[in-house]
């Protein structure tokens, strides 16, 4: 279990306003701060208000600054912003990859990031990288079995499937990495971006795919800088901005706002 991830708790009396709904994140005033070794001489007029000196050739960049919300269970949450304004950070601490440097992650398990990617092996074929990637994500190899021929269908790929996944296009990889990945019931997924890869028909039916998860007791979190797909996936949106949450609420309201600040 990751440190900064702390599940198992009763996060049921942590917000008042649940109105009955069942919470599975609460983030707690949460602050991640890097430190970078900057290397030689301190950079003049970079002038940054994310960067801080302090000493030497060690910057710190203060990626969230205070960030608190609670998510339910059966949201789909998009979470936008700008390049660097501290979404992947965000994700990464919600899954435990990144320690907090203050405030706190409460979650009711622990959360996914969508991506069997790292286990995946190019040599091999698309057959036997979805027994790793099934492996990857707990299952036996007799469920794998059982899942094999759906993972193969929603990735559309029967005709490659004993090839070499390094002889497949990107979308082909993308395609196989997501129907791996999604075919498990998450109860908390963190897609980052995935669905901007692969077609548009992918897309749709990727988008399909989490609502099915949501639909079944799951809270699913978007990030992505499309604004389409955020508006057809989610009920909720985060905005995060230079690391501060700047609004949250419902999708249309948080993103027209998001695209005013971009005129
Ligand atoms: N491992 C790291 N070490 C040092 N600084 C980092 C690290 N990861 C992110 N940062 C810094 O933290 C800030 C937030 O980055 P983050 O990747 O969370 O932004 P983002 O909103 O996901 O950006 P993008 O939309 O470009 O993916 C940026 O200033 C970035 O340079």
């Not at 405030?103 to 995946?120: E, F, K, M």
């Not at 508006?231 to 501060?244: A, E, H, M, Q």
Request: glycine share 10%.
């Amino acid at each position: 279990m990751a440190e900064s991830t702390k599940t198992g708790v009763d996060l049921a009396n942590q917000d008042a306003s649940a109105n009955g709904r069942k919470p599975v994140v609460v983030v707690d005033d949460l602050h991640v701060k890097y430190r970078v070794y900057a290397g030689g001489k301190p950079v003049k007029g970079t002038g940054r208000s994310l960067l801080k000196r302090s000493g030497g050739g060690i910057r710190e960049v203060h990626a969230l600054k205070g960030v608190s919300f609670t998510a339910y269970e059966n949201e789909s949450i998009g979470v936008i912003g700008s390049n660097g304004s501290g979404k992947s950070t965000l994700m990464r601490t919600l899954v435990g990859l990144t320690p907090p440097s203050d405030g706190a992650v409460y979650a009711s398990s622990r959360p996914n990031l969508l991506g069997v990617g790292a286990a995946l092996i190019p040599d091999l074929s698309g057959e036997k990288n979805i027994q790793l990637g099934g492996l990857a994500l707990g299952f036996s190899k007799q469920e794998i079995n059982g899942l094999r021929d759906n993972i193969v269908q929603f990735a559309e790929l029967e005709e490659f499937i004993d090839l070499p996944m390094r002889t497949y296009s990107s979308g082909m990889q993308a395609r196989l990495k997501f129907a791996i990945a999604a075919s498990k019931q998450h109860e908390i997924l963190i897609v980052d971006e995935a669905l901007a890869v692969g077609d548009q028909r992918f897309r749709k039916r990727s988008e399909a795919r989490i609502r099915e998860i949501r639909e079944n007791a799951g809270t699913v979190f978007l990030v992505s800088h499309s604004m389409k797909s955020i508006l057809d996936t989610c009920s909720r949106v985060i905005w995060i901005n230079k690391g501060v949450l700047q609004m949250d609420g419902d999708p249309k309201e948080v993103v027209d706002a998001y695209q005013e600040t971009k005129k």
